[in-house]
């Protein structure tokens, strides 16, 4: 991810008893660097991974609730200086088995979210892994910008988009470049997309059968969260989430 100037989840009983649904409620918010919360099928990262590029700046991220297979959850952040560099990726991660794309369905994901705060440079994006060994280094990095804010755009080769394909009822433009040794792929929304509902395969079945990806490689994990680049008194909620996989 990079700044830029363009826009750049047997019958045997005569009665069937239902089995109760989860609910969790509010926990109290976290601001390590490393901090999570563990939430169901979720945890919920606040990494800060860059925060050394800032000048000044600081991120708490908290769970505001499960239900059913549901979540809720917001970080509050401001950060100044290191324009050009994220700070960090507040996100929720489910627990999905590692399985080549290959065997993989679908991956149905609803998110809605609203984001406030005061120049705000941003995006709130999908991001997944994967590679050619469920454990080895992730060799393509594929993400889906719902919205990029303030100027973010992503790692291009270029700087221009090399595809705009509607997936998901939505327009998307298509950057690629090289991050180090890994490819990533960043289907960035048109427009903003405030509430998502659906079928993350979609993304990953059009860059196979157009962009080369191959189907042999096993996903390693999904990520939905925002990545900040500059700010102040953001505040990111999550008021639906969900992601599995079949």
């Known amino acids: 991810m990079k700044f830029s100037t363009f826009l750049t989840l047997a019958s045997t009983a005569c009665i069937a008893i239902a089995s109760p649904t989860p609910t969790i409620e509010k926990r109290a918010d976290y601001c390590g660097q490393w901090d999570s919360a563990v939430t169901g099928a979720y945890t ?9 590029a800032a000048t000044s700046g600081s991120q708490c991220t908290g769970v505001d609730g499960l239900s059913g297979s549901t979540l809720k959850w917001h970080t509050k952040w401001t950060w100044a200086g290191g324009s050009y560099n994220v700070k960090s990726y507040a996100n929720v991660v489910t627990s999905l088995t590692k399985k080549s794309l290959s065997s993989i369905s679908s991956l149905p994901s609803t998110w809605s979210w609203t984001y406030t705060g005061s120049s705000l440079v941003a995006n709130v994006a999908y991001d997944l892994f994967t590679s050619s ?20 755009g992503p790692i291009s080769a270029t700087g221009s988009l ?26 960035v929304a048109s427009s903003q997309v405030a509430s998502f509902s659906g079928d ?29 680049f500059t700010g102040s008194n953001a505040v990111f909620t999550t008021t639906g989430f969900s992601l599995s996989m079949t």
């Open 200 to 228: 993350l395969m979609a993304f990953v079945n059009y860059l196979s059968s157009s962009q080369g990806l191959s189907k042999s490689q096993i996903l390693q994990s999904v990520g939905a969260g925002t990545e900040p």
């Open 44 to 52: 919920v990262y606040n990494n800060l991974w860059g925060q050394s």
């Open 133 to 152: 060994s469920a454990s080895g280094s992730a060799e393509y990095e594929i993400m889906i910008w719902l919205a990029a804010l303030g100027g973010a």
């Open 162 to 187: 090399i595809a705009t394909v509607t997936l998901a009822g939505t327009s998307w433009k298509l950057y690629n470049g090289m991050n180090g040794q890994m490819n990533v792929f960043s289907f």
